[in-house]
């Protein structure tokens, strides 16, 4: 069963909604983005969320120092890079922190995969992340690619863009380690405590039986 993450969270009351629903990983977008906060407010929403869901913080070309400080002051109990991170500096983060680092990679198609494909075999995050590939945008388009193409990753990943009710059934099929979902399970911008809740529901009774067809 794939795990749940909620990504963008920013106020209490997202803390409320997911306190009570319980995803595995909550997001906290700690680059420039709509949904960004800082660091007193990661702080005081990590301080209030439920010790059983893990914040992932989510980077984007950030110093070492600045992702070490949120992990050593506990702020984040996984780092999420969303950039441009290089090999040599995925491996320097991981003799820093003792935390897992995921790194996300944007999709757009069959050949950029397949350029992708060596770093992705080298890369020593502890999980992948893909996400749609949008021209001027890190992540957070809310739009998706064409899932099949990760059929040739051999490793666990996240599985990020475009993920809502509609089509949480379909990201499970893949057996992702987790889905990733932020403009999925929001109204008007704002996280949607039914639409949180329903995603969660679907995505947890979503079973395959050992023919590989779908049961609930």
Known sequence: MSKI???????ENDIKIVNKYGPDYVGFILAPSKRQVNYEVAKKLKALLNPSILAVGVFV???LEVIG??????VIDVIQLHGDESLEMIKELKQQVSIPVIKAMR???EKQLKHLLPFIQEVTADYLLFDAYQE???G???KSFDWKLLEVVKRPY????????????EACILKPFAVDVSSGVETDGVKDAIKVSELIQKCRAYKRDAKGESIR
């Open 69 to 74: 400080q949120y992990a050593e002051d506990k």
């Open 61 to 63: 070309n950030e110093s």
């Open 136 to 138: 001027g945008l890190y």
């Open 140 to 142: 957070g388009s809310g």
């Open 5 to 11: 993450k909620i990504c963008g969270l920013k106020s």
């Open 107 to 109: 999709i757009k198609d």
């Open 158 to 169: 996240f599985l990020a863009g475009g993920i809502g009710l509609h089509n949480i059934e």
